[in-house]
């Protein structure tokens, strides 16, 4: 199990689909072309982490499921 609980905030995700691109296995475009989650645990931490990082807009939220505090973005 990942040890993130991904979010995604709707109203900044803009379809970029770097996400998509560098976890495909967790991320995917829904109709209104945003990311959504496919499946959180498809991939490892590390990946996560890169694609939300890849994010331009900071859209995709991670939260440590451990600590419930967030991972990323850091602001």
């Given at each position: 199990?990942?040890?993130?609980?991904?979010?995604?905030?709707?109203?900044?995700c803009v379809g970029s689909t770097l996400c998509v691109m560098d976890a495909p296995e967790?991320?995917?475009?829904?109709?209104?072309?945003?990311?959504?989650?496919?499946?959180?645990?498809?991939?490892?931490?590390?990946?996560?982490?890169?694609?939300?990082?890849?994010?331009?807009?900071?859209?995709?939220?991670?939260?440590?499921?451990?600590?419930?505090?967030?991972?990323?973005?850091?602001?």
């Open positions: 199990m990942s040890k993130y609980e991904i979010k995604i905030d709707k109203f900044k967790v991320f995917a475009l829904n109709g209104e072309m945003q990311s959504h989650v496919i499946d959180a645990n498809a991939a490892d931490d590390e990946a996560i982490l890169h694609a939300a990082q890849s994010c331009p807009m900071n859209a995709i939220i991670l939260i440590d499921r451990e600590t419930g505090q967030k991972a990323w973005p850091a602001r």
